[in-house]
């Protein structure tokens, strides 16, 4: 399994913006598809946002489009969540995580069980 760190998390009031970010420290996940998700105090973990492992493609949850942005730099071994016009209800920890599979094809991993390393999540806080 691939080690995954995050960071970038805060605190920020709603409206405002927070860029969270994972890196795998001493590993590689350019030939795995990456995922965002977030799990708030009661909560199921839910998906945020998911890539490919080429770029190519990307999935984001309704309650974050266009408002949200992942993206990655598989030269860095880096993958982002630009988050925009954040509300209280995106209060959450966040985590990364890789796909279980490698060079994926046929879709976006957008299930849970579809991945299988994770970071140790990063706390987004959201005031109103």
């Known amino acids: 399994q691939v080690q995954l760190v995050e960071s970038g998390g805060g605190l920020v009031q709603a409206g405002g913006s927070l860029r969270l970010s994972c890196a795998a420290p001493g590993r590689t996940f350019s030939f795995y598809s990456m995922g965002w998700f977030r799990q708030a105090p009661g909560k199921e973990r839910e998906i945020v946002a998911a890539m490919s492992w080429s770029g190519g493609s990307s999935y984001y949850a309704d309650s974050v489009k266009g408002r949200f942005t992942i993206s990655r730099d598989n030269a860095k071994n880096t993958v982002d969540l630009q988050m925009n016009i954040l509300k209280p209800e995106d209060t959450a920890v966040y985590y990364c995580?890789?796909?279980?599979?490698?060079?994926?094809?046929?879709?976006?991993?957008?299930?849970?069980?579809?991945?299988?390393?994770w970071g140790q999540g990063t706390q987004v806080t959201v005031s109103s």
């Open positions: 995580a890789t796909d279980v599979r490698a060079r994926r094809l046929g879709g976006l991993p957008i299930q849970l069980t579809d991945f299988g390393s």
